[in-house]
């Protein structure tokens, strides 16, 4: 038995209007100011690479969640943000069926260089893992982990085909997964999208990013024949693990775990434990904001405050937005039983921090608008980020009560001058 639901989410107009203060000094930064081709002297126009940004980040999420039988929660949210494509994909299975009902399997697969090998994974990953004949409800460890590396490999090999077939040959994906079972939770990852295990409050497991640059990595890419500069494949490839980026693939007389990039996933088992609390599958627009142990301690204390796993991803994409992640950004949190609790001292605690928020940024408002000139946004932000506040978010900081300050902001300006454009006054709502 499961639930889901799956919705497209609105960001808040205020939310949006710091956007607008902040994308120009963005889009100006990757684009170099200027659009179109730059001119030599003798008239010609040199051909201009698209850039990978946009000049305004689209910042409408997608949300799922679920539950099942057996106690287990969990709640998808992601978001294209400031990158021109959005190239993640997502597989939320909570209950995998006849003979594997009590299990589950969760994946995020951050694709590159287009988004069709990400789609493709996503798929047909699971049913090559399923294939393999060794998952079943005598649950032993060693065949699931042969499933689980034989199912990459499948799907690499019929992905080889297609890609051959549709012209996706540059095109790639990472992935991390999790299979849950009634006795262990195991994580097959390839790349450098990450996945984290917390129990009692603590990071217990997480999985290791495939990099280049790190030396069992060097080593086969270089005995492949590539290099590494710059951390990159031949300066190019970020990640020295995926599925499809078969133009890294070629090298003749190896097996296709020994190319410079391997579709050979990484599988790790820990056994399941009533001290478990949840787990976290992201890709690195998330990693590369925040560390684990940020993560961690930032959950736990959403957990505290808010019944909606929705909502608690929702606000680690926000997190890191205002971070400056400029990549698409998804997550997937999984809730055991064993999970934090509402707490009433801390929604009370929470209310407080909100209050103290509020009254600083007025105090810093009427401050800074004794000097003469109409506050905006940022400089208030600025000079509150010299502030000491207590009580905020563990892991999360000061961003992670950005949409707080920025709400504040703008009733401040609109108490301040109801007529001004730029402010939420008229028929301009907070929603």
């Not at 969640?65 to 939320?92: K, P, V």
């Not at 262990?184 to 129990?199: E, H, K, T, V, W």
């Not at 990159?232 to 599925?243: E, M, Q, T």
Request: a negative charge.
């Amino acid at each position: 038995m499961r639930t889901a639901r799956k919705g497209s989410v609105e960001m808040p107009a205020f939310f949006r209007q710091l956007v607008k203060e902040t994308e120009k000094r963005v889009s100006s930064f990757f684009k170099g100011g200027g659009h179109g081709g730059a001119e030599h002297t003798d008239g010609e126009r040199e051909e201009v690479i698209p850039s990978p940004y946009l000049d305004r980040p689209i910042l409408d999420k997608l949300t799922e969640e679920g539950c099942t039988c057996w106690g287990l929660t969990y709640a998808l949210c992601s978001m294209q943000g400031w990158r021109a494509n959005m190239e993640d994909y997502h597989n939320c299975v909570p209950q995998l069926g006849t003979g594997l009902a009590d299990w589950s399997f969760f994946a995020v697969f951050d694709g590159h260089a287009g988004n069709q090998v990400a789609q493709y994974v996503s798929q047909h990953l699971l049913d090559q893992v399923l294939a393999t004949g060794g998952i079943g409800p005598e649950d032993h460890p060693d065949r699931v982990r042969g499933s689980f590396t034989d199912g990459f490999l499948h799907t690499d090999k019929h992905l080889l085909t297609a890609a051959r077939r549709e012209g996706w040959e540059r095109g790639g994906t990472t992935v991390t997964s999790t299979l849950i079972s009634p006795r262990y939770i195991y994580f097959a990852n390839c790349g450098d999208s990450r996945a984290m295990l917390c129990q009692a409050g603590q990071v217990c497991f997480s999985t290791e990013d495939h990099k280049p640059y790190s030396p069992l990595e060097r080593e086969r890419i270089e005995s492949a024949g590539g290099s590494v500069s710059l951390q990159r494949i031949n300066g190019s490839l970020a990640v020295s693990r995926a599925l499809g980026d078969f133009s890294y693939k070629g090298t003749v007389n190896r097996p296709p775990t020994q190319q410079m990039v391997s579709p050979e996933p990484e599988v790790c088992v820990v056994e399941r434990s009533p001290g478990d609390e949840f787990l976290v599958l992201a890709c690195d627009g998330v990693w590369d904001m925040v560390s684990n142990e940020e993560l961690c301690a930032f959950i736990q204390s959403r957990l505290r405050v808010c019944t909606d796993l929705r909502d608690v991803c929702s606000q680690v994409i926000d997190l890191c937005l205002y971070k400056g992640s400029l990549d698409n950004i998804s997550i997937i949190l999984v809730c055991f039983p064993g999970a934090p609790q509402l707490s009433a001292e801390a929604i009370h605690q929470e209310a407080e921090l909100e209050d103290l928020l509020e009254s600083k940024v007025a105090e810093i408002y009427e401050e800074l608008s004794s000097q003469g000139e109409e506050p905006d946004l940022l400089s208030v932000l600025t000079v509150l980020a010299n502030t000491d506040v207590p009580g905020l978010p563990p892991g999360g900081g000061l961003q992670s009560k950005r949409n707080c300050i920025i709400s504040a902001y703008y009733e401040k300006k609109e108490a301040h001058n109801p007529t001004t454009p730029n402010g939420l006054g008229g028929s301009e709502k907070l929603v």
